[in-house]
């Protein structure tokens, strides 16, 4: 591992990948219960004020109810009393009156007025003065006791107004810290949520960049490009991966090798004795060694078919090797597709020209990142395959788009079309489909391989489509502008 390397995750040395992971989501669900604990303890908070108000609101309430129905039981007992001078009835407004004062202190240790509450003690104690007189006329004391019991009244009315009052201010506080405290919440929530994101983002990015330098390593791997070394910093675990893939590495090296002196073997072990046979066949056709009789002369033809036909399938096969081979070394650079695409047209002019065909293209100029000379090989592949599948006076069309961020090429031809047990084979080396064309060479079996390889090294496809009755090649290549 470099310096740097070593000093960007130097904190954590022996952790793997899951454990950071881990530990990047308990570091989140940590600060998110956290903030959803505060908010539930706030909520309790303000549940408990509110059930704490309301009761006192409703004990207020029904200490004013029970102070005016006393009232009226005090009126009633008093001017009772006066009227039939019983001192049972004295007796009884006395003790009715020593059952309403805690009522009235109850009252003012829940906020009425101080001066509201002397009032009324005082004009009861005035009632209870009138009671006590002695001298006077009953009558005029009852009428005195009346006077003072309206005042009362009017007194309690005032009471239960304050009382209502008093319970309306403590709701607008009451709902006052209830709107503060929500928006204290939801801005702790907003807050957390913000920070949540952020360090998620963070942790994300921290996390997946031993995966980008993974994915580039792969991709180097993919493309041949063995020369550099693959050294991957991050967690244990992605270290450990690196590791391997760097030996991987050097067994594709290895492989080049054995593959490249298993292709030149080949090649001289093949066909330098096919070379032999042909030759032998060729001086028996020609009579070198005497004048050969009618069933001489077809077996040496047959020989002669066979030895061409096993010369293009050694060639076809090193063909494909080769380009399996170069597949995985791409020289990307800005290609024009049409471009390249008209020049495919161009070079194989006589041979769509031989058949009368008309091949046009379609589309826009797009350009893209690729292997200029492979992908060449790729297109004429494919127009080679629709002009030999083309009847005569048919016609060819390279249709080009872009869409979703990658490149599209659709090829049209009037061709039989594919059969359908050939069509999960027909990118197959040396597959040959049912439906060949009678006034057409044979066919190697290797062009429509050559192009998936070309055409998956660039990180592409190419499918056949089903479009309604027709059916046609299409490639997809990523559009990386």
Known sequence: MT??????????????FQQLLLLAFLLIGALLGASSLRAVFTLERLMAQSRSGA????????????LQARSQVLERTARQSLILGDAQLRQRFAETLQDTLPQVQRLEAG????????????????????????????????????????????????????????????????????DSSRRKVLRQV???????????????????????????AIRRLGENDLSRSVEIAGPVDVRRLGRQLDWLRVRLLELD??????LRHVSHELKTPL???????????????GELNEGQ?????????????????????????????????LRRQPVELRALVLAQVEAQRLQWQARSLQVD????????????????????????NAIRFSPRGGRVRFVLGREAGRVRIDLHDEGPGVADNDRPHIFEPFYRGQHQPPDAARGSGVGLSIVREYLVAHGGTVELVDEGPSRFFRIELPDER
């Open 297 to 329: 002369r077809e077996v040496v033809a047959i020989l002669r078919q066979n030895t061409l036909l096993l010369q293009e399938e050694i060639e076809a096969l090193l063909r494909f090797n080769a380009a399996a081979f170069e597949a995985r070394q």
């Open 361 to 384: 293209v379609q589309g826009e100029a797009l350009t893209l990142q690729a292997d200029p000379d492979k992908l060449a090989t790729a297109l004429a592949n494919l127009l080679s």
């Open 257 to 262: 090798a054995d593959k490249a002196r298993f």
């Open 190 to 216: 907003v807050a957390t949520l913000a920070i949540a994101f952020g360090l998620a983002l963070a942790l994300g990015f921290w996390l997946a960049r031993p995966f980008k330098r993974l994915e580039r």
């Open 55 to 66: 009761a006192q609101a409703i004990e207020l309430a029904t200490a004013a109810q029970l």
């Open 3 to 16: 310096a740097q390397a070593h000093g960007r995750w130097g904190r954590t040395p022996s952790l793997s």
């Open 275 to 289: 070379a032999s046979l042909r030759e032998g066949v060729a001086l028996l056709q020609d009579g070198v060694t």
């Open 111 to 178: 906020g009425l007025p101080a001066d509201q509450a002397q009032q009324w003690r005082a004009q009861l104690a005035e009632v209870a003065g009138l009671l006590d007189a002695t001298g006077d006329d009953p009558l005029e004391r009852e009428r005195a006791v009346a006077a003072r019991f309206l005042q009362l009244d009017a007194l309690n009315a005032s009471i239960s107004e304050a009382v209502q009052a008093l319970n309306a201010e403590r709701s607008s506080a009451l709902e006052a810290r209830v």
